[in-house]
């Protein structure tokens, strides 16, 4: 039997109230007052911070103030994230009993990126999934995810670099030099990447979205 799930396309302005939205869907889940649900969202330019991070760690404090770019740390773990206009976010929101699952959170990431990757299978692009929670095109990411989990509610929210400004993510964000170089890249701008850019022309984010909505 299918069940029907619910779709928001929702997002604010202030990316404080955001990351509360994406709190509350799970919160309601958990206790039975929303159905599952996959939200499409944006954010205005920010870093955002995984829970266990130091921002004054992973970020270039100074070069978000000078570009005028706030700092949230969201519900989840992960690592530092640029997110712009360029960028899409999903979440799902659900119930853990809704669907088959392995019992391993960190198996389950690769069940919740098939939508992504079937999407950009669409727009011409073979992208793979890389454990832990990462989705590469010739070893690039282009998607990244996390998850909150609470009781039965999962809340597993991702990434997806549409033009991304890679120029501001590059000078915003602080990794690991020895990390990149184990991965077999001297810098973060080459280890990351976009649709645009990998396809060499700009889609609308709205008809991504549209796509990706289908491949879920």
């Not at 889609?203 to 549209?210: A, L, R």
Request: hydrophobic letters at 35%; glycine letters at 6%.
């Amino acid at each position: 039997m299918s069940v029907a799930w619910r779709l928001l396309d929702y997002s604010f302005q202030d990316p404080f109230m955001n990351l509360a939205f994406e709190e509350t869907l799970l919160r309601g889940r958990v206790e039975g007052e929303s159905p599952d649900t996959l939200r499409l969202w944006q954010h205005p330019p920010v870093v955002s911070v995984g829970c266990y991070q130091n921002p004054k760690e992973e970020v270039d404090l100074e070069k978000c103030k000078q570009y005028g770019i706030k700092i949230i740390k969201r519900l989840s773990p992960g690592g530092s994230l640029y997110i712009d206009e360029g960028s899409l976010q999903y979440s799902l929101a659900l119930d853990r009993n809704s669907i088959s699952l392995p019992e391993k959170i960190e198996d389950s990431y690769s069940i919740f990126s098939n939508g992504v990757i079937e999407t950009l299978s669409f727009f011409g692009i073979h992208a793979e999934f890389k454990p832990i929670n990462d989705i590469v095109v010739n070893r690039r990411k282009i998607s990244g995810a996390s998850q909150s989990r609470m009781y039965n509610g999962i809340l597993h929210h991702g990434t997806i670099s549409i033009n991304t400004r890679l120029d501001i993510l590059e000078q915003v964000l602080k990794p690991s030099e020895i990390k990149l170089r184990a991965q077999g890249f001297q810098k973060l701008r080459d280890r990351v990447t976009t649709l645009n850019q990998e396809i060499g022309k700009i889609i609308p984010i709205n008809i991504f979205k549209e796509e990706l909505i289908k491949s879920f």
